[in-house]
C-alpha cells in the first residue's frame, strides 16, 4: 500500500529518518493497556488513537483498503493526527526490533514489520504529528495480547466491561451476543456500515451524540469502524469531557469470524473457541453457547 504514495529512498534518508525520531519511547503491548487502563480508573478524559497505515495513507491522499478517500476524511484524518497531551495515546504500526516495537510472537504476517517500511511509516507521519514524537503506543496492543499474553488480554477485557461501556460503535454486522459478552447490557450500539463509514460520519456522530449526552457520569465510548473511527473519536473528543475513546481493533473481526486481517488468517485464529473462553471470563453463569 505505501508503495503508492512514496517514492524509493535512498539508505542515506532512511538513517536520517530515523535519526530525528529515535528519541521517541514506544509502549508495548502491556504497557498500552496498562496505560488505558490507569486513565480510566482516574476518571480521566483520555483516547487511544489507533493510527495504522491505512490512517496513513488515507491522511497523505490514497485509499485505504475499507475506505476510500476523500477530501474532508483527508483533512480530519490529519486533524486527528495533530492531537497532542499527557492521555492522547497516539499509535504507530512499528513492529520492527529497531523501533522497539517487535515482542515476542511476532513473526511477517503476525505484526512484524521490516525496518524499511516502519521508517517509511514515521517518514508519513513525522509530517502530520504535530510537535515532537516523543511516546508512541501500539496500535495491536490487544490483538497481540490476544494470540500472545490471553491472561493479560482477558483481565484488560474484564475491566473494560466494567468500567461503564456505554456506546459501541462499530460495524453493523458485529453480533448481538458478541456485544453484550464484551460489553454488557446496557451499552448501546450505534451500528457503522462494513466499509466507507466516513460516508455516514455525520449520521454517527449525532447519533453517538445522542446517547452520550443521555448517559450521567464518565463514559467508555468504544469504536470498531476501521479509519473512519478515528475521524469520529476526534469529534468526539471536542463535545465531551467526561470520556475516554477506546478504539477496539482488528481483535473485533477476528472474534466475529471475519477474516479481514493477515495476522486472522496465518494464526488460524478460532473465533469460537475464544469465545467460549471469553464466556467462562466475562459471564461465567451464562449456558455455554459456543
Known sequence: MLVMIMKKKSFLICLLVFFDVQAFHFYQSVETLSKITEIITKQEKGIYLRFGDGDVV???GQNDSNQQWNADLQKEMREAFAFNGSNVLKCLPLGCRELGG???GMFPGNHEQSYEWCVDILHLASGIWNGEMKDIYSMTALAHCATNRLNVCLE?????????????VGNCNIPAYVRE?????DCQFVPTPAQNSYLEID???KD???????????????????CSGRV???????????????????LMDAICGWD???????LHFDHHQFLRILEKELMPNRINNF
Open 156 to 168: 484488560f477485557l474484564k475491566f473494560l466491561k466494567h468500567s461503564g461501556c456505554a456506546v459501541l
Open 181 to 185: 459478552l464484551l460489553f454488557g447490557s
Open 102 to 104: 517487535f515482542e515476542e
Open 58 to 60: 488515507l491522511a497523505n
Open 260 to 266: 479481514t486481517r493477515e495476522w486472522i488468517h496465518v
Open 232 to 250: 469520529l473519536q476526534k469529534r468526539l473528543w471536542h463535545k465531551f469531557d467526561d470520556i475516554f475513546l477506546f478504539d477496539f481493533g482488528s
Open 203 to 205: 449520521r454517527i456522530e
Open 208 to 226: 453517538c451524540c445522542g446517547i452520550i449526552q443521555k448517559v450521567p457520569g464518565y463514559k467508555v465510548i468504544v469504536t470498531s469502524m476501521g
